[in-house]
């Protein structure tokens, strides 16, 4: 009996325990913050560049001594014979003596040292590690600073399904009010029932609008948890509001911002690019010029008929050898001439390549200013605009419940009041989007 209340009490800690695991509470600060630690693709690129620094590696130590031993053991199943003129022994002339050369079984054990004294591709190799390096980091800040985008564009969209769902259901609230006490009315001969069909429409057509948000909120919900690296099913609580973020996001200062275009992420990757392509010019250049290898060879052979290596006072037979290797290229028909060719065409289009990037650029952020400019203003006129619908409809309301106003002057009023109320909410969203996507392409991140 004790032994099941222990099982009960340890499946039901880890239970809890897995719950807990599954709940998560984000400020959007911190789902940035967890998202560039978890995002699988942030991870990803964290790895390149761990992988860079290892080829960095690998390319310096084909440099350095290389050290090799080998042992070789063979033993002749069936040896070869050699033919031997008989006469040599005093045979009779024409016949042939059988001898077979050498003993059954033999050893060899060497070691040798080699060490690259020059060669110009490997220079330019040193060189081209270090700029894969570098162009490992900076994919990993352009990564970075897409996960932070996408991460406030998914939490922006999650913010916005939650609030549109409370408006949602505050509407139906006002409108179920509307339509008993509305029926009422008609039930009692004071009312036409055209009145009591308007408000039927439309709760019916709020009704729907809310039942396709509460699906797009859990759309909403699974692509922010897929964003920040966690199962798709985890239930993430959100601790900040749109309003406030709204808020936070307006920063006029932003506009005046310097349109430094080499401090972008993009501009720096592509000039990258043309760094490389400088190397590979000088990759194919360096295969004219000749290298130089040097080597030390040590090692030890022992011979027998049978297999005696192992014993005290078998005899051992040691060799040494130095060396010096020069290969010099000489003719190649054209084709290093023509490989060089190649490389400096590529080199040509990297350059047009940075010049059309920081063309473009310098149009991404003049368009991405006005963008932002546009969704300030934006804001404060459907602000503006859902105090004024929030007015036309209270009145149209009190003039249809008063007698003085007809259905469809209220349907009116309410279906632009609702009409209001999203595009407000959309435009608090396009606030803090369109602000995130300008720090993106200015790579102006705190």
Do not use: C
């Not at 897929?226 to 932003?254: C, F, K, W, Y």
């Not at 130089?292 to 040590?298: E, S």
């Amino acid at each position: 009996m004790k032994q099941h209340i222990l099982i009960v009490l340890f499946l039901s800690a880890f239970s809890w325990t897995n719950a807990q695991e599954n709940n998560y509470n984000f400020s959007l600060e911190e789902a940035i913050n967890f998202a560039l630690e978890n995002n699988r693709t942030a991870q990803n690129a964290a790895r390149d560049i761990e992988a860079a620094k290892k080829q960095k590696w690998e390319t310096t130590a084909t440099g350095l001594p290389q050290l090799n031993a080998t042992v070789d053991y063979q033993n002749f199943l069936k040896q070869q014979v050699s033919l031997i003129p008989a006469v040599a022994f005093g045979g009779p002339e024409g016949e042939f003596e059988e001898i077979a050369f050498g003993t059954k079984q033999n050893i060899n054990a060497s070691a040798t040292v080699s060490q690259l004294l020059f060669d110009g591709s490997y220079l330019v190799g040193l060189q081209s590690a270090k700029v894969y390096l570098q162009i490992s980091k900076q994919a990993k800040i352009k990564t970075d600073l897409e996960v932070r985008k996408a991460v406030i564009d998914a939490y922006g969209n999650v913010l916005l399904a939650e609030e549109s769902i409370s408006i949602l259901n505050r509407n139906i609230k006002v409108l179920q009010d509307n339509l008993n006490e509305t029926t009422k009315i008609y039930e009692n001969g004071l009312e036409e029932e055209e009145s009591v069909e308007q408000l039927r429409i439309t709760l019916s057509s709020v009704e729907s609008n809310l039942r396709n948000t509460q699906r797009l909120k859990t759309l909403a919900y699974q692509m922010l948890n897929i964003t920040l690296g966690i199962d798709i099913n985890a239930t993430t609580t959100l601790t900040d509001n749109l309003e406030t973020l709204t808020a936070q996001n307006i920063v006029p200062t932003l506009l005046d911002s310097e349109e430094d275009v080499e401090n972008t992420i993009d501009y720096q990757i592509t000039k990258n690019d043309m760094v490389s392509k400088e190397l590979l010019v000088k990759l194919e250049k360096s295969k004219a010029l000749p290298s130089l290898n040097a080597f030390l060879n040590g090692g030890y052979a022992a011979y027998g008929d049978s297999f005696t290596f192992l014993d005290n006072d078998q005899r051992w037979f040691g060799s040494s050898l130095f060396g010096v290797s020069l290969n010099i290229p000489i003719f190649s028909s054209g084709m290093r001439g023509a490989s060089t060719q190649r490389a400096k065409i590529n080199l040509e289009k990297a350059k047009t390549d940075l010049l059309e990037t920081q063309q473009q650029l310098k149009l991404q952020i003049a368009n991405a200013k006005s963008e932002y400019q546009f969704a300030i203003e934006e804001y404060h006129n459907k602000k503006e605009n859902l105090s004024l619908a929030e007015r036309i409809e209270k009145k149209n309301q009190t003039k249809f419940f008063e007698g003085v106003g007809s259905s469809f002057e209220l349907r009116q009023a309410q279906t632009q009041l609702y009409s209001a109320q999203q595009e407000f909410l959309q435009t608090m969203l396009n606030v803090i989007s369109t602000k995130a996507t300008l720090e993106t392409i200015l790579n102006n991140v705190n």
